[in-house]
């Protein structure tokens, strides 16, 4: 398997305030990796490193073989190969759906107006909103924004797509579908890292799940197993107060 | 906390560190070479201008300078304190003129109509004609006792600065969440409770850059005062420049209002980049 996300000992502070003491991680082309834990335990903070958003203190980032943390890159390329997803605001309000998809394309990788639009119909035909090429964000639901907002982060065939807790601010109702987006995403091959709080979700779609606290992995591996059998406490202590006792 | 101080950077931070700080050191060098060699190239054409021994002579004239230097000084500190009394009046007037127009409700019609309309005609009357109507005409009407010229000064700028002020006042007025008045009378806080404990305070807060940007505007409007006659700075560089032909008390007029408008502009630039290093936690972008 092929590394897409390789992280070494990564750390960040915010002035006194270290948020992450050491991270490694490392993502296989294709993986699903969630990233779980309490507010504040530095899950955000990480993907926001990933993307080159935050300068990390201390560690190296790889992005497919190249060291994205070496000050002689360029962040803007860097960044059109990572598609971001945020819990929310991430469309333009002021443009069309379509021509929130098409911008990247025209603008970023230099296609023509022509082929970014058949993209872009292509791509909400992928998310079941072609009907709504035309809408501007504000008519469109929480959920149907996030969809939007999904369909234009992949939009330029990332190697890596990071979703920042992409269902946190919506109606319970419309998770499901943006969810199901998701697990769609995985099934085509996309390499994705999510830090969430659907521990249901992460349990199901995840590959490895890592749990995050106080800017360090206490625990990480597959799935079920650390959903099923946690071996340090600290997980055990949060998942029982995210699932409750009966798990 | 320990723990964050006792560890040590890796080789390829450092070596990460040492290139940002080169790249930054690069960085500022270009841009003051690229200054200097700027100003220099201007200061190369201004000079060999054919008529730049002539200006020179009339505008940038030392010994004229310091002897405007006491009347035009004595002119700046009557500048200062109508610009005191006048930001005092703007305040009080432009918040009862916001809170005027934000009142709800078919009663207070005649009320909001009046302040809309006190906005529309002062922000649209150039502040010389409110200054000349209000300096010669309302002493004409001598239904009032005799006041000084400065005083009439002041009260123009109070009415046409309160009309623009009163906008931004509004605009922070209406920019908080329609939630945070609906908690407050939720609390039982009457209108103008929740007015004055809830509303305004958030409101002033995020309007607190464009009224200082309205300040500064002001402070230099205070030297339209002299039309009237009243003897500020403007008025005392005239008198100085009739009497030595010469420019000069012009020039230390304008750069004496830029020193007095330089502390309040760094404070408004600090003060805004404050509000947005909050807004962002400190992102790249």
């Given at each position: 398997?092929?590394?897409?996300?390789?992280?070494?000992?990564?750390?960040?502070?915010?002035?006194?305030?270290?948020?992450?003491?050491?991270?490694?991680?490392?993502?296989?082309?294709?993986?699903?990796?969630?990233?779980?834990?309490?507010?504040?335990?530095?899950?955000?903070?990480?993907?926001?490193?990933?993307?080159?958003?935050?300068?990390?203190?201390?560690?190296?980032?790889?992005?497919?073989?190249?060291?994205?943390?070496?000050?002689?890159?360029?962040?803007?390329?860097?960044?059109?190969?990572?598609?971001?997803?945020?819990?929310?605001?991430?469309?333009?309000?002021?443009?069309?759906?379509?021509?929130?998809?098409?911008?990247?394309?025209?603008?970023?990788?230099?296609?023509?107006?022509?082929?970014?639009?058949?993209?872009?119909?292509?791509?909400?035909?992928?998310?079941?909103?072609?009907?709504?090429?035309?809408?501007?964000?504000?008519?469109?639901?929480?959920?149907?924004?996030?969809?939007?907002?999904?369909?234009?982060?992949?939009?330029?065939?990332?190697?890596?797509?990071?979703?920042?807790?992409?269902?946190?601010?919506?109606?319970?109702?419309?998770?499901?579908?943006?969810?199901?987006?998701?697990?769609?995403?995985?099934?085509?091959?996309?390499?994705?890292?999510?830090?969430?709080?659907?521990?249901?979700?992460?349990?199901?779609?995840?590959?490895?799940?890592?749990?995050?606290?106080?800017?360090?992995?206490?625990?990480?591996?597959?799935?079920?197993?650390?959903?099923?059998?946690?071996?340090?406490?600290?997980?055990?202590?949060?998942?029982?107060?995210?699932?409750?006792?009966?798990? | 906390?320990?723990?964050?101080?006792?560890?040590?950077?890796?080789?390829?931070?450092?070596?990460?560190?040492?290139?940002?700080?080169?790249?930054?050191?690069?960085?500022?060098?270009?841009?003051?070479?690229?200054?200097?060699?700027?100003?220099?190239?201007?200061?190369?054409?201004?000079?060999?201008?054919?008529?730049?021994?002539?200006?020179?002579?009339?505008?940038?004239?030392?010994?004229?300078?310091?002897?405007?230097?006491?009347?035009?000084?004595?002119g700046?500190?009557l500048n200062v304190r109508v610009l005191f009394f006048a930001a005092i009046g703007v305040l009080i007037l432009a918040?009862l003129l916001?809170?005027?127009?934000?009142?709800?409700?078919?009663?207070?019609?005649?009320?909001?109509?009046?302040?809309?309309g006190y906005t529309d005609l002062f922000r649209g009357m150039p502040l010389i004609i409110v200054l000349y109507i209000v300096g010669f005409g309302v002493p004409g009407l001598?239904a009032l006792p005799r006041m000084p010229l400065e005083f009439w000064g002041t009260i123009a700028l109070i009415l046409t600065y309160s009309a623009y002020v009163a906008e931004?006042?509004?605009?922070?007025?209406?920019?908080?969440?329609?939630?945070?008045?609906?908690?407050?009378?939720?609390?039982?806080?009457?209108?103008?409770?929740?007015?004055?404990?809830?509303?305004?305070?958030?409101?002033?807060?995020?309007?607190?850059?464009?009224?200082?940007?309205d300040f500064?505007a002001m402070q230099k409007d205070v030297g339209l005062i002299s039309v009237l006659g009243a003897v500020d700075a403007v008025r005392?560089?005239?008198?100085?420049?009739?009497?030595?032909?010469?420019?000069?008390?012009?020039?230390?007029?304008?750069?004496?209002f830029?020193?007095?408008?330089?502390?309040?502009?760094?404070?408004?630039?600090?003060?805004?980049?404050?509000?947005?290093?909050?807004?962002?936690?400190?992102?790249?972008?």
């Amino acid at each position: 398997m092929t590394s897409v996300v390789t992280l070494e000992n990564i750390h960040k502070s915010f002035g006194e305030t270290a948020v992450l003491s050491g991270i490694s991680m490392d993502v296989s082309h294709g993986e699903v990796v969630a990233l779980i834990g309490a507010s504040g335990s530095g899950k955000s903070t990480l993907l926001r490193c990933i993307n080159l958003l935050e300068q990390i203190d201390d560690g190296q980032i790889w992005l497919s073989g190249d060291d994205i943390s070496d000050p002689r890159v360029n962040p803007d390329s860097i960044r059109a190969r990572i598609g971001v997803v945020f819990q929310q605001f991430n469309l333009f309000p002021h443009l069309s759906v379509q021509k929130n998809i098409t911008l990247s394309l025209t603008h970023v990788v230099g296609m023509s107006q022509t082929d970014a639009t058949h993209r872009a119909h292509e791509l909400l035909e992928r998310v079941g909103l072609a009907e709504k090429a035309t809408w501007y964000p504000d008519r469109l639901s929480g959920g149907q924004q996030q969809r939007v907002a999904l369909a234009r982060a992949i939009a330029c065939q990332p190697e890596v797509l990071l979703l920042d807790e992409i269902t946190s601010a919506l109606d319970p109702e419309l998770v499901g579908e943006v969810l199901e987006l998701v697990r769609s995403l995985k099934d085509d091959g996309t390499t994705i890292i999510m830090a969430t709080h659907e521990m249901a979700f992460a349990r199901d779609v995840a590959d490895r799940v890592f749990f995050l606290d106080k800017g360090v992995i206490a625990e990480s591996g597959p799935a079920h197993e650390v959903f099923e059998k946690p071996r340090d406490d600290r997980t055990k202590v949060f998942l029982q107060r995210f699932l409750g006792p009966g798990l | 906390m320990s723990r964050h101080e006792a560890r040590r950077p890796s080789s390829i931070e450092l070596e990460r560190r040492a290139f940002r700080k080169n790249q930054s050191a690069k960085s500022v060098a270009i841009s003051f070479v690229s200054t200097l060699v700027f100003a220099l190239a201007l200061w190369f054409f201004v000079v060999n201008t054919p008529g730049w021994a002539l200006v020179q002579r009339s505008f940038f004239d030392l010994d004229v300078m310091a002897g405007a230097w006491p009347r035009v000084i004595e002119g700046l500190w009557l500048n200062v304190r109508v610009l005191f009394f006048a930001a005092i009046g703007v305040l009080i007037l432009a918040l009862l003129l916001a809170t005027l127009r934000t009142l709800r409700g078919a009663v207070f019609f005649p009320v909001r109509a009046l302040a809309a309309g006190y906005t529309d005609l002062f922000r649209g009357m150039p502040l010389i004609i409110v200054l000349y109507i209000v300096g010669f005409g309302v002493p004409g009407l001598g239904a009032l006792p005799r006041m000084p010229l400065e005083f009439w000064g002041t009260i123009a700028l109070i009415l046409t600065y309160s009309a623009y002020v009163a906008e931004v006042f509004r605009a922070g007025i209406e920019s908080v969440h329609p939630s945070q008045r609906l908690a407050a009378r939720s609390l039982g806080l009457g209108y103008g409770k929740t007015l004055r404990l809830v509303v305004l305070p958030q409101a002033i807060r995020k309007v607190t850059p464009a009224l200082m940007n309205d300040f500064i505007a002001m402070q230099k409007d205070v030297g339209l005062i002299s039309v009237l006659g009243a003897v500020d700075a403007v008025r005392a560089a005239q008198i100085e420049t009739a009497q030595a032909f010469n420019f000069t008390p012009y020039v230390l007029a304008g750069l004496l209002f830029v020193l007095l408008a330089l502390p309040m502009i760094r404070l408004t630039d600090w003060y805004s980049a404050r509000l947005r290093s909050r807004e962002q936690a400190g992102s790249l972008v």
